[in-house]
């Protein structure tokens, strides 16, 4: 494998059209700060053969046409990045990621301009079946752990696993438990889980190993709005509690506001 050691951060392809930039060292503010400066510096102005990047929590992975840039060089020189077309178009990739991090750090990283986010959530029983264990393990009452959970404020890190799931950074130390041994068959969507260091939510119905402690009744995806996913990197993530009372008013309402949009929709069309 051809890696390229940069110092804070490596490179290394994954196929014959991506490069993955991994930023040395785990899973930290650190990192996600540095994460977010490279793909800031990757947005500005990237050429036509580079054709997307994906987040994770400490690579981005860069996704580029390899035809094209072996054929008119990255930049569309026809020469190639450094005059010849004998630099692959790995190299030549490589070294236009390089030129853009050149000087890039957790002190200049900035932040990406995330939105504040409140997800209402009903929490326990039928909506929280892992509560209990949680709470126990913290050594808390499951209310005072309710507290504790929405009283701290969450960073979208990344999206994954499923359309619109985000991981979510910030859980408090007590409240950190780890998956469950046995994935379950069924989580509703909507489910608020606990994993390792992680929280998030479960946009759609699946299979899910995470420990649930409660159940939001907001939409986290749908591909029919002008922004699909609900929640995006670099949103700031607080969580509302809910009675079971108010849980099913807020579900009826949402419902109700979805049928209306999905029939204007229908008229326009």
């Not at 009675?243 to 204007?264: C, G, K, N, V, W």
Request: proline letters at 7%.
């Amino acid at each position: 494998m051809q890696i390229r050691d940069h110092g804070a951060y490596e490179l290394y392809p994954l196929g014959e059209q991506a490069v993955v930039i991994r930023w040395k060292g785990v899973v930290s503010e650190r990192n996600r700060k540095l994460v977010d400066g490279t793909v800031r510096r990757l947005a500005e102005h990237p050429p036509a053969a580079v054709v997307e990047w994906v987040r994770a929590y400490t690579t981005v992975t860069v996704y580029y046409d390899s035809w094209l840039v072996y054929k008119e060089g990255l930049e569309g020189n026809r020469s190639g990045l450094n005059g010849s077309q004998e630099t692959s178009p790995y190299d030549q990739v490589c070294e236009w990621i390089h030129r853009r991090l050149v000087g890039l750090s957790e002190e200049n990283a900035g932040e990406l301009d995330g939105n504040p986010v409140v997800i209402p959530a009903c929490f326990g029983g039928v909506f929280g079946m892992d509560l209990g264990e949680v709470a126990a393990q913290a050594g808390l009452t499951e209310e005072r752990t309710i507290e504790l959970f929405c009283s701290h404020t969450y960073t979208v890190y990344l999206i994954g696993f499923m359309p619109g799931f985000a991981y979510l950074g910030g859980l408090p130390d007590r409240l950190c438990c780890p998956r469950l041994d046995r994935p379950r068959p069924y989580v509703p969507a909507g489910s608020v889980g606990i994993a390792g260091t992680q929280t998030g939510v479960y946009p759609f119905a699946s299979p899910g190993g995470w420990r649930i402690i409660g159940r939001t009744p907001e939409t986290l995806f749908d591909p029919h709005r002008e922004r699909p996913s609900l929640l995006q990197p670099g949103d700031r993530v607080r969580f509302e509690p809910l009675t079971p009372e108010r849980y099913e008013e807020l579900e009826r309402e949402l419902q109700r506001d979805a049928s209306s949009s999905e029939r204007i929709g229908g008229r326009d069309a």
